[in-house]
């Protein structure tokens, strides 16, 4: 015992009045236990935590423990002995919480018991040293982690165990378990509130009756004045310590990682006032009891605390509600009989009945059924839209029509929903450089903040020492920076929830800043500004061949491209696949069907095959022109036919009324291009542009110092969209699972690329206004405070109110429906 | 004013009361939706139509 309480002083603080634990820093509770760290005996309160801490060590992070700022769970040692994952090496069950990218797997976890920044670090570095981890990216403020690694190397398993062994809870996503820890913390938050909330009251109602009678000169009776000062410590005691838990705790923490966080001088004033309280009321003296100040600030605190909770939970909500979309069971078709499935067993190729009322269970393709979808889930439009035989419809959407048969062609982890649930949450781990840099300058001003108080006091001393107490718990109380660092992250996260609620979901949260700052928008034509729904409208055979084979040599061809117009061919119907397929970005594809070698695309493309000219012209022609040929010549020509999105036209006037110039860049004919131009009145049009071109062109803008959003089908255009200021991916499969693009536009609606836009505009201008907003509180308030003019109870309620109101001056940026529900809370 | 000695403790009380009363509604979920359950009085007949299985009946959990 001896030992450890000398390894107790130089580790942390030299307080050690109770010996706490090494990991989780419970108290020891008379435990013996030891864990070997770094060549020296350390107590530990349990084996789990020995087993962590040793771990930690052992694998060279013992770091963590210098850096962490708050003190780690205690873990579940069953949790750790017992292996509780190994029904996620299974590649089925594995499957429906990761992703497939090449040889890669990647999930997202939520991590409970992710507690600071250390923490992240801890997990992150740990999971890198596993080998085959390519990637980890842990962030504190959401509790996520976003892992990819290796298939050859690792299986869910091994992550989960490896994050589980550090003493954490990780959470595929997917799991409910997770709803369920937030649950939790909703409850915990509530109680809180309501325990500070009463007391509040209560101790307020014996402080105005103290007020009052100081006023209009009378005095209560001492006994009297006694009983409210001995009623309102026994109120305000389990206020500070139950409500004011989280506060002292992570203060504690702070102190005993020897940094300073925002709860410091708030616990500093804290634990000042009630002990001045506590010592007035006990001696019987006269002087000042600041129980309502105390009251005050424990319940603000805890306000503002639950709004920034449910404002966090609002946001991961909305992605929640998309996971969660998926039913459980599905009615699979099995010949003459209906069975009911897990969801899990699907498989591509499945009949399922879908139920009116039913959500879809995977993605598939009607074959039985005209009916109407909702799909407000995915596009954010709430009247349903009708779909029948052949139509694709999508996992998570509802049938609100008539029964309806699908076959399924995707399910679990490659349907749209999960792709789309998995974007949103690889954006909410990331912390936007500008949240952290207000976190920077925020734990800068922290110093200051306990230097100004120490110099308050100090000068108070000399001057007039019996206001010296009041006016330092003023500084501390008042300058705090709570609102100066929730500022920027709140408007932003609140931005991101609302943009996913138009159907545009943000991959990068600094997207969001750069959004606000473009004044060029370069739309890519086909299935961007068009519908993309291609389809053949005339075949023209110019060769030997009849008009039959050439469309199915055509169809064969484009069967392996991904490219907007391969897919008019799709219709076609084919059974033989082209061999030795190259597509050529921009031009067409070639390939060998039957023997022979064609080429299908532009009209120089294919004129290079066969070496003749691109003659050709005939009477302009209404759509888009593709030629097939192979080495002897020409064999066809087909035009194509799409229509331009309803709503182009209105998108690009919103956007030209806020100074954005949009341009059509394409690599379709010039006739086509300037025919939707007109259509959509846009005035600039560029056509028959290669992927090169394109790339050039945007380098050209941007170096006539435009900053240039460019709006393309994410799979085409991966270089145009990769040198944008901006890239908008039109949101479809293939699209959204390259995710290379900053945002993803889910909806058919390209109004919503306006709309997201004015919301950047008006995100920079709200973050703006808290950032102004709290630096004036703060600058302005601290000067008043030391010189005296603050007494501690306005103090708490400044310093409270300012947090709230830049907190609830971000719900502004929240959709409609959850403004609601955040003006719930608001006092 | 010696009623004062009296009610004050009993507003101790009721307020204890009134804390536990909370504490059990928050624990028994009253508070986790606080929209949803405003419509499902109106949503009787959806559920005629859809026997099998309310929409949004996963969630509950959240």
Known sequence: ?827 | MSILFVLVPVTLALVAAAAWALFWAVDNGQFDDLDRPAWEAIRDEEIDRAPTRSPGAERKDD
Request: proline share 5%.
């Open chain 1, 1 to 827: 015992m001896t030992a450890t309480v000398s390894v107790q002083e130089d580790e942390t603080t030299c307080e050690a009045a109770v010996e706490l634990c090494f990991h989780c820093s419970e108290p020891l509770a008379g435990s013996k236990i030891t864990a070997r760290i770094n060549g020296r005996d350390e107590p530990v309160c349990c084996h789990g935590c020995r087993a962590v801490a040793e771990l930690i060590a052992d694998a060279g992070l013992g770091d963590y423990y210098r850096f962490r700022t708050a003190a780690a769970a205690r873990p579940d040692s069953s949790a750790i002995e017992e292996d509780a994952w190994a029904a996620y090496a299974q590649p089925e069950v594995a499957a429906q919480f990761t992703r497939q990218s090449g040889e890669l797997d990647s999930v997202t976890l939520e991590i409970d018991g992710l507690r600071c920044a250390a923490c992240s670090w801890l997990i992150d570095h740990m999971l890198q040293s596993l080998g085959g981890v390519t990637e980890s990216s842990t962030n504190a403020s959401t509790g996520r982690a976003h892992v990819a690694w290796r298939r050859k190397d690792l299986t869910l398993a091994d992550i989960l165990r490896a994050v589980a062994r550090l003493g954490y809870r990780p959470y595929p996503l997917g799991d409910l378990a997770a709803s369920r820890s937030r649950r939790r913390e909703r409850h915990d938050a509530l109680k809180r509130l309501a325990i500070a909330g009463f007391g509040m009251m209560q101790v307020m109602m014996f402080a105005v009756a103290e007020y009052s009678a100081s006023l209009s000169g009378e005095v209560i009776e001492g006994t009297l004045s006694s009983f409210f000062r001995i009623v309102s410590l026994l109120v305000t005691t389990p206020v500070l310590f139950y409500a004011g838990a989280p506060i002292l705790s992570g203060a504690w923490r702070n102190v005993r990682a020897r940094t300073i966080g925002m709860d410091v001088p708030v616990s500093l004033a804290l634990i000042l006032a009630y002990a001045a309280g506590v010592w007035t009321t006990l001696s019987g003296s006269s002087g000042n009891v600041y129980f309502d100040s105390v009251t005050m600030f424990v319940f603000f605190l805890t306000l503002g605390r639950y709004v920034q909770m449910s404002v966090r939970h609002r946001t991961t909500e909305v992605t929640g509600a998309l996971a969660r979309q998926l039913p459980s069971y599905a009615h699979r078709v099995d010949g003459s009989s209906i069975e009911d499935v897990p969801v899990t067993a699907l498989t591509p190729g499945n009949i399922v009945l879908i139920r009116p009322g039913e959500t879809l269970p995977a993605d598939g393709e009607i074959i039985e059924g005209d009916t109407s979808i909702n799909e407000a889930m995915l596009t954010g439009e709430s009247a349903p839209v009708h779909r029948s035989v052949g139509q694709t419809v999508a996992a998570g959407t509802l049938n609100v029509g008539s029964p309806t048969y699908i076959r399924v062609n995707a399910t679990a982890s490659d349907t749209i929903i999960s792709h789309i649930v998995r974007l949103l949450h690889r954006a909410q781990t990331q912390k936007p450089a500008i949240a952290r840099s207000a976190d920077k300058a925020a734990s800068r001003f922290l110093r200051y903040v306990l230097l100004a108080s120490a110099a308050t006091a100090g000068a108070w001393w000399v001057i007039d020492p019996s206001r010296a107490f009041e006016a330092t718990l003023a500084v501390l109380v008042v300058a705090c920076p709570c609102a100066f660092a929730i500022a920027t992250p709140a408007a932003i996260s609140a931005a991101a929830a609302h943009l996913a609620r138009l159907g545009i979901l943000i991959t990068r949260l600094d997207a969001l800043e750069a959004l606000t700052r473009i004044d060029r928008i370069v739309f890519d034509k086909t299935g961007t500004l068009t519908e993309g729904n291609i389809v053949v409208a005339r075949c023209e055979p110019i060769g030997h061949l009849d008009e039959n084979t050439c469309c199915r040599i055509a169809a064969a061809l484009e069967l392996a491209s991904e490219h907007p117009l391969a897919r008019a061919f799709a219709q076609i119907g084919v059974d033989e696949r082209a061999e030795h397929v190259r597509t050529v970005p921009g031009a067409g594809v070639e390939g060998i069907v039957e023997g022979r070698r064609y080429r299908i695309g532009t009209p120089e493309f294919v004129a290079a095959l066969h070496g003749g000219a691109t003659t050709l012209e005939q009477a302009p022609p209404r759509g888009t022109v593709v030629v097939l040929g192979d080495e002897q010549g020409v064999l066809a020509r087909f035009e194509l036919r799409d229509t331009p999105r309803p709503n182009a036209g209105a998108a690009v006037a919103s956007l030209r009324a806020m100074n954005i110039e949009p341009q059509i860049l394409s690599g379709d004919a010039e006739a086509p291009v300037a025919a939707l131009a007109k259509h959509v009145g846009i005035d600039e049009h560029f056509a028959r542009r290669s992927p090169q071109d394109k790339l050039a062109h945007v380098q050209q803008l941007q170096a006539a110092g435009h900053r240039v959003a460019v709006v393309g089908d994410g799979v085409n255009d991966g270089p145009v969209l990769a040198s944008a200021d901006i890239s908008i991916a039109m949101g479809s499969g293939t699209a959204l699972a390259q995710a290379s693009a900053d945002m993803v536009l889910v909806g058919t609606k390209l109004d919503a690329i306006p709309r997201a836009v004015a919301l950047a505009r008006r995100t920079t201008r709200i973050a703006r206004q808290n950032m102004i907003w709290a630096a004036v509180y703060n600058f302005g308030a601290l000067p008043l405070a030391a010189l005296g003019f603050v007494p501690p109870w306005l103090a708490a309620l400044g310093m409270s109110l300012s947090s709230i109101a830049v907190v609830l001056n971000a719900t502004r940026l929240l959709p409609a429906r959850s403004r609601v529900r955040a003006a719930e809370v608001s006092p």
